[in-house]
């Protein structure tokens, strides 16, 4: 069983579309999130739900925009993409605010 | 503002040996200390966590030291294998409802 997965896996799109991206956990656990990790490599938290509520909203455009419909989903939906999105987008969960995060296995975002 | 720097080179270390990564941290003061593994085109898998008040940990062939005061982890795997082969990741986690800051990571080799 798959502990946190993401759809689409790959996403190829152009510039000024909207997209989404969905998320789900199934360890039963309280808090989610959405990180970035760009050609760096570099992994920056976006936003984190708790119990359905945002307790994280990182400097982030207000064209992302994360939805949490229960607690063990948590999507994010992308406004207007710019090429600066391109990157590989990880959803994580953890049972509390603290502790070890699991990872999904990503959504590569390309912007062309 | 807060910084977290991790070897920025990539590590390679003979296979048998002990490869010890570095993590160190300044303007911060993390009640966690968490490390990751990343595979290539993968999420990051959690591996060990430290609380401030631990000076060290253990999971089989992996430890982790935790210095406060030299605001230092060392992260060890002795009798390494080619299989420990990827990007090692430190995180740092405040506590409460803050975020968890990841390290730009550092990429082990491990040569046959």
């Known amino acids: 069983d798959t502990a946190v997965s993401q759809t689409p896996k790959y996403l190829v799109t152009q510039m000024g579309n909207d997209k989404s991206i969905k998320c789900e956990q199934n360890?039963?656990?309280?808090?989610m999130y959405w990180y970035k990790q760009d050609s760096k490599k570099f992994l920056k938290i976006m936003f984190s739900?708790?119990?359905?509520?945002?307790?994280i909203n990182e400097t982030v455009p207000n064209r992302f925009s994360p939805k949490s419909p229960d607690k063990a989903h948590l999507n994010l939906h992308i406004n207007s993409l710019e090429l600066g999105d391109s990157a590989v987008y990880f959803c994580?969960?953890?049972?509390?605010?603290?502790?070890?995060?699991?990872f999904g296995p990503g959504t590569r975002l390309t912007v062309t | 503002s807060q910084k977290i720097e991790q070897n920025s080179e990539a590590l390679n270390i003979q296979e048998g040996k002990t490869a010890t990564l570095t993590c160190n941290y300044t303007?911060?003061?993390?009640?966690?200390l968490q490390w990751y593994r990343q595979d290539p085109g993968r999420g990051p898998v959690f591996l060990l966590l430290?609380?401030?008040?631990?000076k060290e940990k253990r999971k089989e062939r992996l430890k982790v030291t935790f210095d406060t005061t030299l605001k230092q982890s060392l992260f060890h795997i002795t009798a390494s294998q080619p299989a420990d082969s990827a990007t090692y990741l430190c995180?740092?986690?405040?506590?409460?409802?803050?975020?968890?800051?990841f390290g730009t990571g550092t990429k082990l080799q491990v040569i046959p």
């Open positions: 994580a969960s953890s049972h509390d605010r603290a502790g070890e995060q699991y």
């Open positions: 360890l039963g656990h309280d808090t």
């Open positions: 739900y708790n119990n359905k509520e945002l307790i």
């Open positions: 303007n911060y003061s993390p009640a966690y």
């Open positions: 430290i609380r401030e008040n631990e």
């Open positions: 995180a740092l986690d405040a506590g409460g409802y803050q975020k968890v800051t």
